[in-house]
């Protein structure tokens, strides 16, 4: 009996393990704005455990920008991300549950494109994860097989979540 209920308990702790954590080999990661945004992207972090280097965002909604790369992290499940709107002085932060599962199945089903430009073939299998963010506190995660528009993209959101308005510190704590 008691053999029995060690048997069940490794299963169900190999289930539980298996089903929250996607290793990934290695991923693209990029940060998108709304076009005519002036944002000063100060924190994009995953799972509380990594994180990637942002700074000034301008534009380019689902697309991924200037590229990080990330490699034998597990897929994330949520990004938290704090922002300064240049235009409107406001700052925010807040967070988007990603769903990790989902984005894990578009990568192990990922196609090659076309680069418009170029006309070339581009088989590449490396995933690019694309965070989007918007004047309004909109926060989007995009999972796709191209950082901008190509002939064959396939892009999927697979999160999002809102940012809320925070108070700066005073001038002199900056």
């Not at 994180?51 to 534009?59: E, F």
């Not at 064959?152 to 697979?158: A, D, K, S, V």
């Amino acid at each position: 009996m008691a053999t029995r209920i060690i048997i069940l308990i490794s299963a169900l702790s190999l289930l539980i393990g298996c089903s929250s954590s996607y290793q990934v080999k290695e991923m693209s990661v990029g940060i998108a704005a709304e076009d005519k945004s002036d944002l000063m992207v100060g924190t994009v972090l995953f799972d509380d455990a990594w994180s990637v280097p942002a700074g000034s965002v301008g534009c380019c909604w689902k697309d991924a920008g200037v590229l990080s790369f990330v490699d034998g992290v597990n897929f994330p499940s949520k990004v938290v991300v704090a922002w300064y709107d240049m235009d409107t002085d406001l700052f925010r932060v807040g967070e988007a549950q990603i769903d990790n599962k989902t984005g894990y199945e578009f990568i192990q089903k990922m196609k090659p494109v076309i680069v418009r430009s170029t006309g070339e073939y581009f088989d590449d299998s490396t995933p690019y994860l694309i965070v989007g963010i918007k004047r309004n506190g909109l926060i989007k995660v995009w999972i796709s097989n191209s950082s901008s528009e190509a002939i064959g993209r396939q892009i999927l959101e697979i999160g999002s979540g809102m940012a809320q308005i925070k108070e700066l510190p005073p001038e002199n704590e900056r």
